[in-house]
């Protein structure tokens, strides 16, 4: 318990003795000709106010401030009523009880916060940066791009970058929700917010700490709050509107039978008096913002970041969910698996074959050699793995080609590598190659020199991860990909994938998506999971936008709505069960508020119900529906 918690505790403790001693004297007749008379007030009013002054302050701050209509001022109204037809006890216990759901409130969002509050926690004090062969820890703020950092063990990594020295575990579990310990050494990438394990690491920075994974996690987690759902919203216009409606009701109720029927006001008051504790407002405006950030504090438990409760609310609709293959679906992890020199190159003896397969690889090497894409990194790769080094020296006028591959000029020659789009654009005769896997083709001056089939491995568990999809209630699954037809359905028949989109340009991912949209029906969501910078624009028209978190560029992580830390996208199936099982307890909520209160609201305008039932109906109800709230915080 907080500090303030602890108070409020305390003040209830000697409110409730109070008035148990109060109301004991009462019954056993102590108070004698005094009973039922003005003299008790003074009595009555100290346990009141010891529980109560604060919700007067704010009642009367409120109606100063022109916010009238709010609980505070109902739990006012109402109890100053019943002091005014001399039911002291029951105004005093009103406001009692009141506090004691209030209580409950406040224990309930901090429980819920505690997960969110656990990601607030990887923010890094400090950073030890080596200057003159000396370590001067300095504010993270302050390291610049390529600043060598030292991470004893025990202390959080303040920033990202790549190891230069040492190696160690490292413990992502604040940023994946992935409890075992990764092994990290030189020349590893390695992110901000873990923390360091046995070994003492060095590390060059490759951003600013604005830039850093840590900022960007606590970026969207500051921001999450902010974005409320559909039923969230309307829960708050309905307050908004049901608050004074009730209030004008309980005056008409007070006054109007009176004059209609006759009879004293005393009754009528009373009856009014009860109408508006019951009408509180507090289980609904409480209990169904507390089931959305209990959801999202669950999500981030498990590894994921929800950007909002709109955004857990959509993932419980989502029907189809369309992915990016490279990445995504597939590891990126790409090993040149053939090398296949022109059959005009190809001919002669085994040492002339393997001389030409040597020259190919050496230039396709040279043409990849300023590319990050996982295709360039393996060719590379390749050709290091025989010996070779790329002479960069030797490479000018590099320049991409969106959707169909690069244009270099090595040794002064025009060297085209890419796909077989750019073959029939450049009108070179080129002979194509079956099978299965990613097919680079290589020209020289316009001359096929022959190509290179780069294969990429299918993620653990990724098929596992459609399947559980389809059970969370997923219709269909769709895969996006620049890579080739029989590549990319080799790998959808792997998976399960309902629908595969190959050979596309970066623009007519976004046109699928359109279509598919276009094909949804009601309330039905879908959603987009990619992770490169050219998924973005993707992620951003989707109705849900997942970025893989981990590999993921920071253009996708932008754009989405949904990242995955670790990139394990089983977890999608598991944030959709998350997301439906908050739906679930925000939606039960609801209907027990709103059902409970208008029953004892009908009971009590009739006199049926008394001032206990009103608790009942308002702290009483508040309570459960707290209670059920915490349950979205419990993951599988």
Known sequence: MTKKQKNVLWRIIIS???????????????????????????????????????????????????????????????????????????AAAVMLFYQVGELFQSYAVGKSRQSIAAMMDICPEYANVE????????????????????????????????????????????????????????????FS???????????????????????????????????????????????????????????????????????????WIQRACTFLVISCPCALVISVPLGFFGGIGAASRMGVLVKGGNYLEAVAEVKTIVFDKTGTLTKGEFKVTEILPSEQKAGGSKERRDGRSRELL?????????????????????????????????????????????????????????????????????????????????????????????????????????????????????????????????????????????????????????????????????AFAGDGINDAPVLSRADIGIAMGSMGSDAAIEAADVVLMDDDVRKIAAVMRCAGKTLGIVRQNIVFALGIKALVLILGAFGMANMWEAVFADVGVAVIAIMNSMRALKTE
């Open 362 to 526: 050496e230039l396709a090497a040279l043409g990849e050699g300023y590319s990050n894409h996982p295709i360039a990194v393996s060719i590379r790769e390749a050709y290091e793995e025989q010996g070779g080094k790329p002479d960069m020296d030797r490479v000018s006028e590099a320049k991409e080609i969106a959707g169909y591959g690069i244009c270099v000029r090595v040794d002064n020659k025009e060297v085209l590598l890419g796909n077989e789009k750019l073959m029939e654009r450049e009108q070179i005769a080129y002979q194509s190659v079956a099978g299965v896997g990613t097919v680079v083709y290589a020209a020289c001056e316009k001359r096929y020199l022959g190509a290179l089939v780069i294969s990429d491995v299918v993620k653990e568990g990724a098929a596992e991860a459609i399947r559980d999809m389809k059970k969370a209630g997923v219709r269909k699954c769709v895969m996006l990909t620049g890579d080739r037809r029989e590549a990319a359905e080799a790998a959808a028949a792997a998976l399960g994938i309902d629908e595969v989109h190959a050979e596309l340009l970066p623009g007519d991912k976004v046109s699928i998506v359109e279509t598919l949209l276009d094909g949804q029906r009601g309330k039905e969501k879908l």
């Open 131 to 190: 200057q003159d062969g000396e370590v001067v820890q300095v504010d993270p703020d302050d390291v610049e791009v390529g600043s060598v950092i030292v991470v004893k063990p025990g202390e959080r990594i303040p920033l990202d970058g790549v190891v230069e020295e040492g190696e160690s575990y490292i413990d992502t579990a604040a940023l994946t929700g992935e409890s075992v310990p990764r092994k990290v050494s030189a020349g590893k990438e390695i």
């Open 16 to 90: 409730f003795v109070l008035l148990a001693a109060l109301m004991a004297c009462g019954h056993l007749g102590m108070f004698g000709a005094l009973a039922g008379t003005w003299a008790l007030l003074p009595a009555y009013a100290v346990p009141y106010l010891i529980i109560g002054y604060d919700i007067i302050y704010k009642a009367l701050r409120n109606i100063k401030n022109g916010q009238i209509f709010d609980e505070n001022f109902l739990m006012m109204l109402a109890t100053f009523g019943a002091f005014g037809v001399k039911e002291y006890s029951e």
């Open 193 to 267: 917010g873990c923390v360091n394990g046995s070994g003492t690491l060095k590390i060059r920075t490759t951003k600013e700490f604005d830039d850093s994974t840590v900022a960007k996690i606590l970026e969207l987690v500051e921001n999450a709050s902010s974005k409320k759902a559909k039923t969230e919203k309307f829960i708050t216009k309905f307050a908004r509107y049901y608050t004074p409606a009730v209030t004008i009701s309980a005056v008409l109720l007070a006054f109007v039978p009176p004059f209609v029927l006759g009879g004293g006001f005393g009754e």
